[in-house]
C-alpha cells in the first residue's frame, strides 16, 4: 500500500459528460502528480500541484484542469468527455515540489467513456 | 527532450531462468534520475529504484539487480531466477532535474510456469 489513495476506482460515464477524480496523497506529501496512461499513448504526465499552486504542467488538455485543496487532496476534473479519454489515471505524491523524488503512486481510477 | 526507449513490448520467459530488460534513455542534462516502475496485473505501479546520473554503482536488492551505463545510456534492470509473481508490466522513467518523468512505453513480462 503506497498511501496514497485515489477514488473511484471505476468509472463509466457517457460522452460529453463531466467527472471529477479524487487523489489523497500519502501523509505529509506536499506533492501531487496526474498521469494518464492509456494504450496508445502510455503513461502521460498531466499536471503537478504543489502545496495548494500549480507547479508543473504537461500534456493536459484544456477539457481538463485540476486544484489542490489546502488539505491537500487534489482533484482532476475531465469535460466533455470523448472516447479517447478512456485510460487509467494515476495520482502520485512525493514529500518535496521536485519530481525526482521518489513519487509513490495511487491504485488509479479507470474511466471508461461510452 | 529527454526519451525513455524500451525496445522489449514484450518477454516471455519460463520460471526460474533469468530475464534483463532494457532501457535506453536520452537526455542533455548531467544530472537526472533514472527509476524502474512495476505495474502487476492489479494495475497499480510499484517504486522498484531511482538512481541519480553521478552513481553508475550497479545496484543489487534480492533477486533484482540493475546494470546503469552512461556511456552507453542505458538502465538495464535484470531478475535473476525468475518467479511466477514477477508477472507484469515494467516501466522504466527518467526525470531531468526538477523536471516530470517521463516514462517508457514499458516492457510486459510473462514467467511461464
Known amino acids: 500500500d503506497s498511501g496514497v489513495t485515489q477514488t473511484p476506482k471505476h468509472l463509466i460515464t457517457a460522452t460529453g459528460q463531466r467527472v471529477t477524480l479524487r487523489c489523497s496523497p500519502r501523509?505529509?506529501?506536499?506533492?501531487v502528480y496526474w498521469y494518464q496512461q492509456s494504450l496508445d499513448q502510455g503513461l502521460q504526465f498531466l499536471i503537478q500541484?504543489?502545496?495548494?499552486?500549480?507547479?508543473a504542467k504537461g500534456n493536459i488538455l484544456e477539457r481538463f484542469s485540476a486544484q489542490q485543496f489546502p488539505d491537500l487532496h487534489s482533484e482532476l476534473n475531465l469535460s466533455s468527455l470523448e472516447l479517447g479519454d478512456s485510460a487509467l489515471y494515476f495520482c502520485?505524491?512525493?514529500?518535496?515540489?521536485?519530481?525526482?523524488?521518489?513519487?509513490?503512486f495511487g491504485q488509479g481510477t479507470r474511466l471508461t467513456v461510452v | 527532450a529527454q526519451k525513455v526507449t524500451q525496445a522489449q513490448t514484450e518477454i516471455s520467459v519460463v520460471e526460474k531462468e533469468d530475464v534483463t530488460l532494457d532501457c535506453v534513455y536520452e537526455?542533455?542534462?548531467?544530472?537526472?534520475?533514472l527509476f524502474w516502475y512495476k505495474q502487476p496485473p492489479s494495475g497499480e505501479l510499484v517504486f522498484l529504484i531511482r538512481r541519480n546520473s553521478f552513481d553508475e554503482q550497479n545496484e543489487i536488492s534480492g533477486r533484482y539487480s540493475w546494470n546503469f551505463q552512461k556511456s552507453t545510456s542505458s538502465f538495464n534492470f535484470t531478475i535473476t531466477a525468475s518467479q511466477v509473481v514477477d508477472s507484469a508490466v515494467y516501466f522504466c522513467?527518467?526525470?531531468?532535474?526538477?523536471?516530470?518523468?517521463?516514462f517508457g512505453k514499458g516492457t510486459r513480462l510473462h514467467i511461464l510456469p
Open positions: 522513467a527518467l526525470s531531468e532535474e526538477g523536471d516530470k518523468i517521463i
Open positions: 502520485a505524491s512525493s514529500e518535496t515540489g521536485v519530481l525526482n523524488t521518489e513519487a509513490f
Open positions: 537526455t542533455r542534462d548531467t544530472t537526472y534520475y
Open positions: 501523509s505529509g506529501d506536499l506533492s
Open positions: 500541484y504543489y502545496n495548494g499552486e500549480e507547479r
